[in-house]
């Protein structure tokens, strides 16, 4: 693969909004057999920028090298109504006129969109710069729900946090599940968020992590999520009545049990279908689904594709290049449960 990214560093900024961009595709990781990216920090003059806390950061990158890349990513701005200067907008359309792939996290769609690259398209950032970007950029069709949207070359993502999820996506899209899985264990933390999950809950956050009980149910549903599986069998295994178990579930990850299985089977699902050509209908035994037209039906709300079409697309797009990463499990067994 070995593709180019850079990234931009701007002054006033925070180590996070760049940190997830070098976290993703600047470290190598020396147990995954793939050409990996090469990542660029770019700023807009040579002066050392000030980042927030004291530090200091300089590169030997500025715009030029940040519009060559194959993708560009802006992580926010300094000010979302500042205006973007010229030559950083002269470099976006540089970008998309050399066919990079265009992507901004948070209040980084506000550049996108002083570029003009946004207009005509579905685009999201973090909630509570919607209205001001749907108000300066009526051209645009923001979405303040969504985590992340894919247009293709462009994809747009909404707080911070949310850029994670958009460059597992990346990951997913170029390399695969099994690599994004890989990536997403060594950060610890969630493999698969579809842009299409909200970007926050109306309730107050978890007062406490995720407790004991609930974390070793979560890790004996991975182990056997090929068989039925339901909440007397969560709730079993963390040792609580079924009604203190779902208390407890909800209250610790924000979802419900079934969505949790759901999304894990899909994930698995996801495996499977790159990894090889078994037909649908054992994939979604092994995945754990009841029927192949269950398979069908969460596949498509969660992927907004059928499972045939997906691994059609993968295999063509890594058809010169396959991944020789086997991170993924595999699954066997009966499907059912929730």
């Known amino acids: 693969m070995g593709s180019t990214v850079s990234v931009l560093a701007y002054d006033g900024m925070t180590a996070f909004e760049t940190g997830i961009v070098i976290e993703v595709f600047g470290l190598v ?6 050409p990996w990216y090469e990542l660029k920090i770019c700023t807009e003059t040579p002066d050392p920028i000030r980042v927030i806390g004291g ?5 030997p990158y500025g715009l030029t090298e940040f519009a060559a890349a194959d993708t560009v990513v802006v992580p926010s701005v300094a000010d979302p109504r ?14 998309r006129d050399n066919g990079a792939r265009i992507v901004s996290i948070c209040s980084g769609a506000f550049a996108l969109a002083a570029a003009g690259l946004l207009d005509g398209r579905r685009a999201t950032t973090h909630w509570r710069y919607a209205d001001l970007l749907r108000e300066r950029y009526p051209l645009i069709e923001v979405d303040p729900e969504p985590l992340y949207t894919d247009e293709g070359d462009i994809l747009t993502s909404a707080g911070c946090a949310a850029g994670l999820d958009l460059a597992l996506h990346l990951v997913r899209t170029d390399l695969g599940a ?8 060594r950060l610890v933390i969630q493999p698969h968020r579809t ?8 309730s107050p956050m978890p007062p406490e992590p995720l407790d004991a009980p609930v974390a070793r149910s979560l890790s004996w549903a991975i182990e056997h999520l090929a068989e039925p599986i339901g909440i007397p069998d969560l709730a079993r295994v963390a ?8 208390r407890h579930f909800v209250r610790s990850t924000g979802t419900t049990p079934s969505k949790w299985l759901t999304g894990q089977r899909i994930q698995a699902a996801l495996t499977m279908l790159e990894s090889g050509n078994a037909p649908i209908e054992e994939i979604a035994v092994a995945a754990g689904f009841a029927t192949p037209v269950t398979f069908r039906h969460h596949f498509a709300r969660t992927m907004h594709t059928s499972p045939s079409a997906y691994r059609s697309t993968f295999q063509a797009r890594h058809s010169k290049n396959p991944s020789p990463v086997g991170t993924g499990e595999g699954l066997a067994g009966g499907g059912g449960g929730i």
């Open 239 to 246: 040792g609580l009545s079924q009604r203190t178990y779902l």
């Open 195 to 202: 842009g299409g999950q909200a970007q926050y809950i109306e």
């Open 29 to 34: 990781w020396p147990d995954i057999d793939q």
């Open 82 to 95: 500042a205006p973007t200067s010229p030559e950083l907008i002269d470099a976006l359309r540089h970008a």
């Open 178 to 185: 099994a690599v994004a899985n890989a990536i997403a264990r």
């Open 55 to 59: 530090a200091t950061l300089t590169s």
